[in-house]
């Protein structure tokens, strides 16, 4: 059963998604700001078995101020970013909110990495916050 589609910006690649979010989080480290032109990258994390994708993906990979090699992805023709991988996690996929159709119940429980948010950020109080890299998600039976 599909729960969430996606697609990039020219529809050159698409997703389906089987299952729920593990956890949906705003990230404030320095890496997400310059992907998200200063502000957060704003994720739904699921299980990668969860997960199709369909069209050509381009990748990055960096090693990130966690110590883990994180690979992002996103579409080779137009730029979208799709999602992002962690080395320590192979077992989750990073998608961003912006590449799925309808996130709108995806709203974010956590925020993270908020000590390199810059002093004019605005996060919301209601969200669980961590200065740098949570502990891992556990998977949603």
Do not use: H
């Amino acid at each position: 059963m599909t729960r969430y589609t996606g697609r990039c910006a020219c529809g050159a690649v698409t997703a389906t998604i089987s299952g729920e979010a593990v956890t949906v989080r705003q990230c404030w480290c320095r890496q997400c700001q310059q992907i998200a032109a200063g502000s957060p990258t704003t994720n739904a994390m699921f299980a990668t078995d969860d997960l199709a994708i369909a069209g050509e993906l381009a990748t990055t990979a960096y090693t990130a101020a966690s110590g883990n090699t994180l690979t992002q992805s996103f579409c080779a023709a137009c730029g979208t970013p799709v999602m992002g991988q962690s080395s320590a996690r192979p077992q989750f996929r990073t998608i961003r909110l912006g590449f799925l159709d309808a996130p709108n119940d995806l709203a974010p429980q956590v925020a993270i990495w908020i000590e390199d948010a810059p002093a004019w950020a605005m996060i919301d109080p209601a969200l669980e916050r961590f200065p740098r890299q949570p502990p891992p998600p556990v998977a949603k039976s």
